[in-house]
């Protein structure tokens, strides 16, 4: 390849991405959807008639209507208001969660893979242990012992991806390890730090963001399964797992309850896979075929 | 063959040994007085005092530990529960079959509906076959389970009355917990069988196959789908631990008294040598089926049994 074409081509690697991701459907209706939400949650209380949390015992239990669009619950609270209040706790667990046990397994399995040798042994088996809890039991038990509460949650539930990022790196790593780039980086004296941020995790990076990404729906439901069991937002907030918990009494008396919280997540979750898969795709187009 | 499989089993001794310290330490460090539960806040001290005595939780952590893990790991005794003051391998033992049972009812859907699925995707890939399946499995996939859970009591139990809602008290209790619990698994194994056998299709041997005239359903069967099979077989190993130790809140929502139950019940109890228990036992299931599955794995592909009898021949 000419040289002056190079810098040209580097500079549109991440337009590729965008570009290939744009042309996707199915993304690109699931991010639309999204943003949407995201602009609800943010919006929409400026405009919601009730709070909340705001009880009005005269209207218990009242079926969709005019005045309460999807119904109300047992304390007569709004249910359209508080699905409009927890779409905050979804998005933001699932992608805080996502985050978060990615930027974890990303250090230590730089730190693992750049140290390798006996550290790597001993860390793996570690890991072994770690990772034979199967993730959704994990986080229950931390959960538990952390207590309910939303940074506790977020821990809850990164901390069963942790491993997957750290093998999924190791695997990446053990590949780029003899690689001359960092031959030449150490042969400068580059320091551990800078080798591992700077040279390798940027050619290591992308398998983990494409599976944090895809992992963030699942992070979604585990998050409203923790609520669900009353482990992750406690009520009188309104969590949809939570606002689940609290309808399941009155499953087939008052369905509402459960409807509209688990459709929100199922919509929720739904989207964030579309986008995932086409990131997925545009990251690596071979997988598509 | 068989050296590969006592030193896996070996290797799962360490493992589960490292589960239970683990398991352990973090309940250990739970905040709070377990007697002020159980014995309520106007306890006495002397009462307090007896009761940590009782359960030996007086000692040093070290000391706990040690104990947990001797009685656990020797003797086969899994303590006494807080609550209930009986020995919790009993209660166990009742539970564990149907949790069992629950967990393999779901491999089994997952894989007599997903790799199907998947199959018919890439045979028709691209036409309406492939965008219903993969549209189906990233449905399975996003609706949570425990929600649709609920919303099946709902219309088959409540509405139409075709299934108990709970309980497992008629052979129709089934139904609905292993359609829930086996939704994601579907559609994981759609997924990965749509993509796998779609490597193999375009292979050189499958155009020699045709080449020479072989019925297309032979090439399906005998060329496609053993080598297609492969990356599956190891997809379901990540499920099957899902299916066995994940069906906790499906078990909840269908009040199922298996281990997950069981774990749960504890955890609102303050009940840790329950929680401890079932921990440990869910993941003596996961990992055993794991270790299962790889065997499976070793035995259809030649490869990975040539690693292993042809000991150190290439390598």
Known sequence: ?289 | MGRYVFNRLLWMIFILIGVAILIFTILYLVPGDVSTHFLGESATIEDRAAFNHKYGLDQPYLAQLGNFLYSLFLKGDFGTSFKYNTPVIEELLVRIPRTLFLGVSCIVVNALIGIPLGMMAALHQNKWQDTLCMVLALLFVSVPNFWLALEMVDLFAIRLGWFPPFGIDKTTSWVMPIIAGSMAGVAANARQTRSSMLEVIRADFITTARAKGVDEGIVVRRHMLPNALIPVVTGLGVGPSKSIAGNVVIERIFTIPGVGTYMLSGIDNYDYPIVRSSVVILAVFSSLVMLLVDIVYAIIDPRIKAQYSGKAKGK
């Open chain 1, 1 to 289: 390849m000419e040289h002056n074409n190079q810098t040209v081509k580097r500079k549109s690697q991440f337009a590729q991405v965008i570009e290939r991701l744009l042309t996707n459907k199915g993304a690109v209706v699931g991010v639309s959807i999204l943003l949407l939400i995201v602009i609800i949650s943010l919006v929409g209380p400026l405009f919601c008639p009730y709070g909340y949390n705001e009880m009005i015992l005269t209207d218990k239990f009242m079926a969709p209507c005019a005045k309460h669009l999807l119904g109300t619950d047992a304390y007569g609270r709004d249910i359209f208001t508080r699905l409009i209040y927890g779409a905050r706790y979804s998005l933001l667990l699932g992608i805080t969660g996502a985050l978060a046990g990615m930027a974890v397994g990303i250090v230590l399995g730089l730190i693992d893979g750049y140290l390798g040798g006996m550290f790597d042994t001993v860390f793996m088996r570690f890991l072994d242990i770690w990772a034979a809890i199967p993730g959704q039991l994990l986080s229950i038990i931390i959960a538990t012992a952390l207590g309910p509460g939303f940074v506790n949650t977020i821990i809850a539930l990164s901390i069963g991806e942790v491993p997957l990022v750290i093998r999924l790196l190791r695997g990446q790593i053990l590949s780029v390890r003899k690689e001359d780039y960092l031959e030449a980086a150490h042969s400068i004296n580059a320091s551990p730090g800078r080798i591992m941020f700077k040279h390798i995790l940027p050619n290591v990076i992308s398998p983990v963001i494409v599976n944090t990404t895809m992992n963030i729906g699942a992070i979604i439901t585990s998050a409203a399964a923790l609520s669900y069991l009353g482990l992750g937002i406690k009520p009188p907030n309104p969590e949809w797992g939570a606002m689940l918990a609290a309808g399941k009494s009155y499953v087939g008396v008052y369905n509402w309850l459960v409807l509209y919280p688990g459709l929100c997540i199922a919509i929720v979750v739904l989207c964030v896979n579309l986008f995932g898969d086409g990131l997925r795709d545009a990251i690596d187009p071979k997988m598509k075929k």
